[in-house]
């Protein structure tokens, strides 16, 4: 009996230790990259995730970056306004850096559209400049004079991009009322994509009762950036809603969650509509094109160089090979970071789905490759749900944790299920209140009860002790 009790008890101590040392369902690989990469789980808190990023290196080129405050990228040419020695600059992938632009005030924003012109932002002087391909000045875009850019408004570029249809748009410390819009000739049309004010329960207790308030100033837009269809996005200095995308109506359409402690700098589009955001600490936002969180990493270190670590992020963008291009005002360095193979299925995945084809063997490889990543599961149920699987599909919003996705396919199978046995039950229905009529008219002709109505007396006459 002693040895059969120490061999349970044997048995059940390696199994405690085997179920102790097994990884869960949801562990994720370590990566060298010198931050953790988390994405939305199930429950819809952040989990770990595989290294969506890992650090590839510094772009080398022979000058120094002084103070860096904007980048383009176009073509792989990445155009830099190299606020500190008042220059515009291009670096090309292989590390070869032109000088554009020279004689500067304060270069604060760059961008180049589709005619190879370029808009610099500039601070300093207090102008919007236009140069053609050849880099001759064709226009300096001054304080507007127009009696709605407002009597007391201030000009003070900082950011400058432009949209379909030639529509130039500028970002201004102090533009309260938005972001500026130029036609192509320099002309002030007005402002769009204003920030929504937050008013406190106080405050709003004592317009109720009439009080004479303060206006509510509302937080300038700093940093944006424009879409291929032509929708504006812009990052602002403020905790409600930082990052936030208007259509052309000026109305937010889309204002991602955002877990940065500190305010984000700069704003990305890429050509398949995900969004990149990158805080001043140097925390990385990728998000699809509507809003869910991919991918969220990065660390800030002002005292040590580390690859993949940062001095003061101050842009982001992203190469032809979907690569993460960060410029590090702190240092003056452009770092890299190199896509990783879980990343690029999560992006063929989605340039699919954009494309208005679900393919559920994508999403089940990257399943297997992460079965936590709530977005997967959330695509393969959508595609169950189109192709009318609406149990399958079920089962997957269940396990993404998508209750508006689990609502509408519940719905469709208790309609399929009503559909499929409504006309049964309803003839059920009529045979029994038809075999109900029949008995009754019977008893009442022969009283076929009598029988039961008569048991039914003798066990009333009967007494429960």
Request: hydrophobic fraction near 40%.
């Amino acid at each position: 009996m002693k040895k059969i009790w120490i061999l349970v008890t044997t048995v059940i101590l390696l199994l405690s230790t085997i179920i102790f040392i097994l990884p869960k369902t949801h562990s994720v690989v370590v990566s060298s990259a010198p931050y953790e990469t988390y994405t939305i789980g199930p429950e819809g808190d952040l989990v770990q995730t595989q290294t969506a990023y890992e650090p590839a290196g510094i772009l080398s080129f022979n000058d120094t970056l002084l103070n860096p405050d904007d980048m383009f990228i176009k073509d792989d040419l990445i155009y830099i306004a190299d606020t500190g020695n008042k220059r515009i600059v291009r670096i090309d992938l292989d590390g070869n850096i032109e000088v554009l632009i020279t004689n500067l005030g304060e270069p604060t924003g760059v961008h180049v559209d589709d005619n190879n012109y370029i808009y610099v932002a500039d601070r300093g002087l207090r102008v919007v400049q236009i140069y053609d391909d050849n880099l001759n000045l064709l226009n300096n875009i001054d304080r507007p004079s127009e009696p709605i850019f407002g009597l007391n408004a201030p000009f003070v570029p900082l950011k400058v991009s432009s949209g379909p249809r030639g529509v130039i748009y500028v970002t201004g410390e102090g533009s309260v009322s938005g972001v500026m819009q130029f036609n192509r000739y320099g002309e002030f049309l007005g402002y769009l994509a204003t920030n929504p004010t937050n008013k406190s329960f106080y405050r709003q207790i004592l317009e109720f009762f009439n009080q004479d308030l303060a206006p509510i100033t509302p937080v300038s837009p700093h940093n944006l950036a424009i879409d291929e269809k032509g929708s504006i996005f812009t990052t602002s200095k403020t905790s409600m809603m930082p990052v936030k995308k208007y259509n052309i109506a000026s109305r937010i359409v889309l204002s991602p969650d955002y877990y940065g402690k500190t305010f984000p700098s700069a704003v990305f589009v890429n050509d398949f509509g995900n969004i990149y955001v990158v805080s001043e600490n140097g925390l990385i936002h990728e998000y699809d094109t509507t809003g869910n969180l991919l991918f969220v990493f990065g660390e800030e270190d002002a005292t040590n160089e580390i690859l993949g670590v940062f001095s003061g992020a101050q842009d982001i963008v992203v190469d032809s090979n979907y690569n993460i291009i960060i410029l590090d005002r702190g240092r003056g360095q452009l770092q890299l970071l190199e896509r990783s193979e879980f990343t690029a299925r999560v992006h063929d995945g989605l340039r699919s789905l954009n494309q208005g084809l679900y393919n559920v063997a994508e999403w089940e490889d990257i399943l297997r490759m992460n079965s936590v990543f709530a977005l997967a599961n959330s695509v393969i149920a959508r595609t169950y749900y189109r192709t009318a699987d609406y149990e399958t599909a079920l089962d997957y919003y269940m396990i993404a944790q998508d209750r508006a996705g689990y609502s509408d396919a519940f719905w469709q199978v208790r309609n399929n299920f009503l559909q499929q046995y409504l006309g049964m039950f309803l003839s059920i229905g009529l045979a029994l209140g038809f075999l109900y009529f029949v008995l009754k008219a019977l008893d009442k002709k022969y009283a076929i009860y009598q029988p039961l109505r008569n048991t039914q007396a003798k066990l009333d006459e009967v007494k429960i002790i």
